[in-house]
């Protein structure tokens, strides 16, 4: 009797009880990916430098850049070590420049192992990564374009170095990300609990992730019969412009644009969110993750650092304004991209490991 009551509340108030659910998820996913960092930190952070601090040329720059940023997965930290190191001095802003771009086509590796969890329903897979990987063909068209012009002309620099006079003296704030504040307790007890071990640390964290997607689209499915997919498009995801601008105050805010648009992801693989409405709002994700390097050049008044984080903000400016117009394209071969992975489920493993490490360490080690 307590059971059929128990079961007829719940039937009757399914939408909050599967909100609430779906908070508790969304947290649990986000505790998840902000512990893989930690255990990919504690692998790879000083490797990181190292490579960074050893660049010779811009064109190795970029390869670093990506290697770099696909060992301690957070473009937010490459780009913080670069300008670190230039501003003291161990690094020239022409090397650097490139390397921040080589970071920006890294952002989507995160992106592409939350598919992944999707593999098992060929519909929801292909939904999934094609929303995952059109960052990944938006970055690679921008530098295919932007690099040479860059690599012959300065022009970023040059653009940068102007306006980094003009902002060198005018201050900076600091502020925390709510992200890491909600996470970053649970993720330090974790740590001390368990000790430095970032292999133990990796797979519990890729555990919890597989957990919180995995009740996260179902969530999500419910949500979808309720209808709430008529809420997203009338509301959230309305127009072109009001993605890209809720993409970028959320990555501004929250400082991870792996974290933001992640979330996309399953709300693509349960057909929340089509790939035409993702595309902007990544686009935004990349504006917003250029908001704390700047605040935080501002703050230590250095000239050469406020150029850098200038720089990444106008490579991802240039990127959107050249791209924009043909959107058609990289949205076109992420669609066929994730279609031809259906068939063949390994492609997109091959895929992050040879583009995002064997390439660049083989460049790096044949050009160096």
């Given at each position: 009797m307590i059971n059929d009551q128990i079961k007829d509340f719940y039937n009757r108030h399914i939408t909050?009880?599967?909100?609430?659910?779906?908070?508790?998820?969304?947290?649990?996913?986000?505790?998840?990916?902000?512990?893989?960092?930690?255990?990919?930190?504690?692998?790879?952070?000083?490797?990181?430098?190292?490579?960074?601090?050893?660049?010779?040329?811009?064109?190795?720059?970029?390869?670093?850049g990506i290697l770099a940023t696909s060992i301690i997965q957070s473009s937010s930290s490459t780009t913080s070590i670069v300008v670190g190191l230039?501003?003291?001095?161990?690094?020239?802003?022409?090397?650097?420049?490139?390397?921040?771009?080589?970071?920006n086509i890294r952002t989507s590796v995160t992106n592409t192992l939350v598919s992944l969890t999707h593999a098992r329903r060929s519909i929801e897979f292909e939904r999934a990564l094609s929303a995952a990987i059109v960052h990944d063909f938006f970055n690679v068209l921008a530098v295919a374009i932007l690099f040479p012009l860059q690599?012959?002309?300065?022009?970023?620099?040059?653009?940068?170095?102007?306006m980094g006079e003009k902002f060198q003296n005018i201050g900076g704030l600091k502020f925390l990300s709510p992200v890491k504040a909600l996470t970053r307790p649970l993720v330090d007890v974790m740590i001390n609990l368990l000790g430095r071990h970032p292999w133990i640390l990796l797979i519990m964290s890729l555990g919890f992730l597989l957990l919180a997607l995995s009740r996260m689209v179902k969530c999500l499915k419910v949500l979808v019969v309720q209808k709430a997919e008529v809420w997203f498009d009338r509301y959230i995801f309305k127009t072109a412009i009001r993605a890209f601008?809720?993409?970028?105050?959320?990555t501004s805010i929250v400082q991870s644009s792996s974290i933001i648009t992640s979330l996309a992801v399953p709300m693509a693989g349960a057909g929340l969110l089509t790939l035409a409405?993702?595309?902007?709002?990544t686009l935004g994700s990349n504006i917003?993750?250029?908001?704390?390097?700047?605040?935080?050049a501002l703050v230590t008044g250095n000239?050469?650092?406020?150029?850098?984080?200038?720089?990444?903000?106008?490579?991802?400016?240039?990127?959107?304004a050249l791209w924009w117009p043909f959107r058609y394209i990289p949205i076109t071969m992420a669609k066929k991209f994730a279609h031809f992975s259906i068939k063949k489920k390994y492609i997109p493993v091959?895929?992050?490991i040879i583009v995002f490490f064997v390439i660049p360490f083989l460049f790096i080690y044949l050009f160096r």
């Open positions: 909050l009880f599967n909100l609430l659910f779906l908070l508790v998820f969304i947290y649990l996913f986000l505790f998840s990916l902000e512990l893989m960092g930690s255990s990919l930190k504690l692998f790879g952070k000083g490797l990181a430098k190292n490579l960074i601090e050893t660049t010779t040329n811009p064109l190795v720059g970029l390869f670093i230039v501003a003291g001095g161990a690094l020239n802003i022409a090397n650097a420049i490139p390397i921040i771009m080589g970071a690599y012959f002309t300065n022009f970023l620099g040059v653009t940068a170095t102007f601008l809720l993409g970028m105050v959320l409405q993702i595309f902007p709002y917003g993750t250029t908001v704390t390097a700047i605040l935080a000239l050469a650092a406020i150029i850098v984080a200038f720089s990444h903000l106008l490579f991802n400016i240039m990127g959107i091959f895929y992050i």
